[in-house]
C-alpha cells in the first residue's frame, strides 16, 4: 500500500486549501479512508474518514462544516476540501487506508508521508 498526500501549504485565516491522496491499493473502492492532522507537540487526531463507496462521511466536531471529505474511485483518490480555515487547524496532515469506519474511525498502520499545512493569523 502507497499512499502519497499533497497540496498542502500556506494560507491566511479564512482562505481555503484542497488536499488529495493518491492511492496505490487494489480494491482501493472497498477501503474506507481518512485524514488525520498532527499539530506541532500533539498527538495525531482524526479529522474526517469516508467509506468505500463514499455513502457514509464522519468529521471531527472542530472541521464541521468547513471541511468536506470525499473520493473519487476511479482515480483511487481521495480529497479533503478545507475552507474558513483558521490557525489552529496547522498541522501535517495524513491519510489512512483500509480502517473501520465505525463511529469514527480506527487507523490501519497504512500511513502516508504527510502534507504540511500551516494557516497564519
Known amino acids: 500500500v502507497q499512499l502519497v498526500e499533497s497540496g498542502g501549504g500556506l494560507v491566511q485565516a479564512g482562505g481555503s486549501l484542497r488536499l488529495s491522496c493518491a492511492a496505490s491499493?487494489?480494491?482501493?473502492?472497498?477501503?474506507?479512508m481518512a485524514w488525520y492532522r498532527q499539530a506541532p507537540g500533539k498527538q495525531r487526531e482524526l479529522v474526517a474518514a469516508?467509506?468505500?463507496?463514499?455513502?457514509?462521511?464522519y468529521y471531527a466536531d472542530s472541521v464541521k462544516g468547513r471541511f468536506a471529505i470525499s473520493r473519487d474511485n476511479a482515480k483511487k483518490t481521495m480529497y479533503l476540501q478545507m475552507n474558513s480555515l483558521k490557525p489552529e487547524d496547522t498541522g501535517v496532515y495524513y491519510c489512512?487506508?483500509?480502517?473501520?469506519?465505525?463511529?469514527?474511525?480506527?487507523?490501519?498502520?497504512?500511513w502516508g508521508q504527510g502534507t504540511q499545512v500551516t494557516v497564519s493569523s
Open positions: 489512512n487506508a483500509g480502517g473501520v469506519f465505525y463511529r469514527g474511525y480506527l487507523a490501519t498502520g497504512n
Open positions: 491499493i487494489s480494491s482501493f473502492s472497498a477501503n474506507a
Open positions: 469516508i467509506t468505500g463507496g463514499a455513502g457514509s462521511t
